[in-house]
């Protein structure tokens, strides 16, 4: 079957660095995608992962190992505001499979 | 500004009331979709639109239907609601797949 494994909750500390895990059953797809989305907000586009390597935007990076059936979201300097759920997807033949998503708790 | 419009943003009706949400975007975008998200599930894909005209299912299609007359426009219907449709519904629409512009969503609730 088709599905994406994430961590349900990770928690961190202000101004550490944070990894976002997403391994996945998949195969065939196009790339991974990576979203965020507030409390009571839409999900908003993060980053994309055409090949395997890593991507880097500002704070946040991703990375994909196609032979790993590995990805991760790599967050540095965390805000308070970086408090979020974090979507891993894949798009497969036009379809857009997510994973369940992870909760980051930030600590003061 | 570009964006995805979803309407209504809250509704409340019965099992069984015919009810369209619609979705707009401005962007020109070829790729559209629908999503419910429900609490532990994540979001989940209920129909898809590659361009006018051509629209397929999703992982979780039953009870839905969607039409693409135009290239703007990808409204979700469900003809015969139940309770276990009452969830949160996203439109998305994208150039290609990779990066999904989301609309606000729209809370349904089904009596």
């Known amino acids: 079957g088709q599905s994406l494994e994430q961590p349900s909750e990770v928690t961190a500390v202000e101004g550490a660095i944070v990894q976002i895990n997403c391994t996945y059953q998949t195969s065939g797809f196009y790339g991974l995608s990576w979203y965020q989305q507030h409390d009571g907000g839409a999900p908003t586009f993060l980053s994309y992962n055409a090949l395997d390597g890593l991507e880097e935007t500002g704070r946040f990076s991703s990375f994909l190992s196609r032979s790993d059936s590995y990805g991760y979201l790599l967050l540095q300097e965390l805000q308070m505001k970086d408090s979020a759920s974090y979507f891993c997807?894949?798009?497969?033949?036009?379809?857009?499979?997510f994973g369940k998503g992870t909760r980051l708790h930030i600590l003061p | 500004e570009a964006q995805v419009t979803q309407n209504p943003r809250y509704l409340i009706t019965v099992t069984g009331k015919k009810l369209t949400v619609t979705c707009s975007q401005n962007?020109?975008?070829?790729?559209m979709s629908w999503y419910r998200q429900d609490p532990g599930l994540g979001l989940r894909q209920i129909y898809y639109?590659?361009?006018?005209?051509?629209?397929d299912k999703g992982d979780v299609p039953e009870g839905y239907k969607v039409s693409r007359k135009e290239k703007r426009n990808f409204p979700l219907i469900l003809e015969s609601p139940s309770p276990n449709q009452t969830s949160l519904y996203f439109c998305?629409?994208?150039?290609?797949?990779?990066?999904?512009?989301f609309g606000e969503g729209s809370r349904l609730t089904v009596l």
């Open positions: 997807a894949v798009n497969r033949d036009d379809k857009i499979i």
């Open positions: 998305a629409s994208s150039l290609q797949t990779g990066e999904l512009f």
């Open positions: 962007m020109n975008h070829e790729y």
């Open positions: 639109s590659m361009n006018v005209e051509v629209t």
